[in-house]
């Protein structure tokens, strides 16, 4: 267990004989400040991660703990903010160098995003196999 990254605690929220649901509130560093019941900020966030079982017994509303390994984060990464960046600057600067000009560059660079995130979405099974999440003992 010494390359694990993500150690988040979480709430089972549904169990099906084919995936657990795990309720994971994320707080920003608000949640210690002493102005944040009159604060205006809205930085909270819920996720859920479904896991696949593990022979174990839980039930809805246990609190558990939901762990990833360090090379996922890296994968996610890649995948979620640098292959995108290195796309929009690739298609920017390929089209700023033949001669278009930096408004008709900078619209195509934005475009290049749409067939990207499609691909990442009908790729979306495959990422799923990919980045697993289990449950810690």
């Not at 920003?28 to 896991?51: F, N, P, R, W």
């Not at 160098?97 to 009908?122: D, H, I, K, T, W």
Request: glycine share 6%; aromatic share 10%; with cysteine.
């Amino acid at each position: 267990m010494a390359d694990v990254t993500f150690s988040q605690t979480g709430t089972i929220e549904h169990i099906g004989d084919d995936a657990i649901t795990v309720r994971i509130d994320c707080n920003s560093a608000c949640s210690a400040c002493h102005s944040k019941d009159v604060c205006l900020s809205t930085d909270k966030a819920v996720k859920h991660i479904t896991i696949e079982p593990d022979g174990r017994v839980y039930a809805v509303g246990q609190q558990v703990k939901v762990y990833g390994q360090r090379q996922l984060a890296f994968k996610a990464l890649f995948w979620g903010y640098l292959a995108p960046l290195i796309l929009v600057v690739a298609v920017l600067a390929g089209l700023i160098l033949a001669g278009f000009s930096e408004a008709v560059a900078g619209v195509a660079a934005l475009l290049s995003l749409l067939p990207y995130y499609l691909v990442l979405f009908l790729l979306r099974d495959k990422f799923k196999r990919t980045f697993v999440f289990k449950i810690q003992n």
